[in-house]
């Protein structure tokens, strides 16, 4: 078993002596330990002199007392320090060299050029709180990313183990959040593509060697709560999420490729605010934007090459939050909206039937009847509901033929698969489709503005109170273009906690 002893390579930079002063050309900090299998082959970060005195570069090397070393990775960007500094990395150097890593990081997405003209920001280190858990992070999630593409079978499960259990730590989760807001929001969405691509290669490859150490699902969510908004954040890749059902046979191999490439990425707003009354508080939230989408996580050109296209993968088919108070001592009552339908669009619905009788030398006979009727679908649906002091949200999409089914627990039949003409066909572009263009959706508070509100004593004024957010998300894939039977759901769970100040 390998030592799950964190790794702080921040203090080592930190106390790399000055540099005239090595006794060697290089200084190595240990990230992966040996293991009882490779009891002499170990995963480092090293620290390397150049030539010439005032440029140093780091490199991730698998050390071992068998094999001469071997260079994962080496920075690209030389770091040029002052050799006769005592002190040669302070604060400003490791910031500088933080931001070097961040960038090859970003490297490794396939959608790079989506981002060109997004700078990397270098802010100096009164602006960056808790530097020493980032560039941790950093360097950790750095070598996660190296070793799933770069490590040698004999080093990588446990070495890729290792490192997944030091990310999904409490504070290296805080401190991924930390690095997301200095980043801002579309280095967020790069960041987060480029991992989770990593992440996705990586379960594929254990569920083909059918590992006993099928990875945790990969999901990062955080919650901000200020100026009178909630908002969770959300990214998961679709190969981490729980399989609810799926058909029998299974996919081809194009199809699944599609499949796996992907991941969620969702928003969720309320927006929030205190009315305090003669006798008690109300405290009201308003659904402000929801925001999911299926992204793929490599280009369009591979997943023509070897998939079955971008536009076969799953949709959203139910999202469902609960809002609750953690601590419910103050609270009188819970009040929701009445559920509501997305604005109903009308469809024409025609049943024809024509024939012919037409022999030689004869009298002709033809016959043609029509019959055409108008029906309102509202594919979305919102229900509201309470449970005690919970208040539950749900949006189902629903099967557009007659007699409409919830999407998310139900399977397509082969007849409506076959038809060009079903609502799923074509999703993605038609003028009266249940998504955006890009596969996801959209419920704004101009069409879901319904409010919840919980009635509290006033003796709750002046406090902080404390809201759970609890969401279970489904996908669910449906042939689009692409000639096949196969059809699957899959379900996600995250929680995040909320404060709300009662003043």
């Known amino acids: 078993m390998m030592s799950e002893k964190f790794p702080d390579v921040f203090t080592w930079i930190q106390n790399i002596p000055q540099i005239t002063k090595w006794r060697t050309t290089s200084l190595p900090f240990c990230i992966c330990p040996s293991t009882s299998d490779f009891p002499n082959s170990t995963l480092n970060l090293t620290a390397q002199k150049s030539p010439s005195p005032k440029v140093v570069t780091f490199s991730i090397i698998v050390q071992s007392n068998n094999h001469s070393p071997l260079y994962l990775w080496t920075t690209k960007q030389e770091l040029s320090i002052n050799p006769n500094s005592p002190n040669p990395f302070d604060e400003l150097t490791i910031i500088s060299l933080l931001f070097n890593f961040v960038e090859t990081i970003l490297t490794y997405t396939s959608n790079s050029s989506n981002y060109s003209t997004i700078k990397i920001p270098n802010p100096d280190s009164s602006k960056i709180g808790g530097l020493k858990d980032i560039v941790n992070t950093v360097i950790l999630t750095l070598s996660f990313v190296v070793c799933v593409y770069e490590a040698p079978l004999y080093l990588r499960e446990n070495c890729l183990n290792t490192l997944k259990n030091h990310l999904i730590t409490c504070h290296t989760r805080r401190a991924t959040i930390s690095l997301m807001k200095l980043l801002g929001s579309n280095l967020e969405e790069q960041w987060m593509r480029t991992v989770n691509l990593a992440f996705t290669n990586w379960i594929i490859e254990q569920r083909r060697s059918q590992s006993t150490k099928i990875t945790t699902t990969p999901l990062f969510s955080y919650a901000v709560s200020a100026y009178g908004l909630w908002k969770v954040q959300l990214y998961c890749p679709v190969e981490a999420m729980e399989v609810e059902r799926s058909s029998n046979p299974t996919a081809d191999s194009r199809l699944l490729f599609s499949l796996k490439f992907n991941q969620l990425e969702g928003v969720m707003q309320f927006n929030h605010k205190v009315v305090v009354r003669d006798n008690w508080i109300d405290v009201i939230v308003k659904?402000?934007?929801?925001?999911?989408?299926?992204?793929?996580?490599?280009?369009?050109?591979?997943?023509?090459?070897?998939?079955?296209?971008?536009?076969?993968?799953?949709?959203?088919?139910?999202?469902?939050?609960?809002?609750?108070?953690?601590?419910?001592?103050d609270f009188i009552s819970v009040s929701v909206s009445k559920s509501s339908n997305n604005p109903g669009r009308e469809f024409e619905v025609e049943r024809s039937i024509e024939g012919s009788f037409d022999p030689p030398n004869s009298l002709g006979l033809r016959v043609a009847g029509r019959e055409a009727s108008t029906m309102t679908m509202t594919p979305w649906k919102l229900e509201q509901s309470v449970l005690g002091y919970t208040a539950n949200l749900n949006w189902i999409l629903y099967d557009s033929s007659v007699g409409g089914r919830e999407v998310f627990s139900t399977k397509p039949s082969r007849f409506s698969i076959m038809s060009p003409r079903s609502w799923f066909k074509d999703r993605y572009a038609r003028a009266y489709r249940s998504f955006t263009r890009r596969g996801g959706v959209i419920f704004a508070g101009d069409e879901y503005g319904e409010s919840v509100v919980w009635k509290i004593g006033k003796g709750a004024l002046g406090g902080t109170m404390e809201w759970e957010i609890k969401g279970f998300i489904w996908l669910t894939y449906w042939p689009n273009k692409y000639k096949t039977f196969y059809h699957e759901t899959r379900r996600l769970e995250f929680t995040q906690l909320l404060n709300l100040t009662i003043a």
């Open 287 to 329: 659904i402000d934007n929801i925001r999911y989408d299926v992204i793929k996580l490599v280009n369009e050109k591979l997943m023509s090459r070897r998939g079955a296209g971008e536009h076969e993968k799953h949709f959203p088919s139910r999202i469902s939050l609960q809002l609750t108070p953690t601590l419910q001592t």
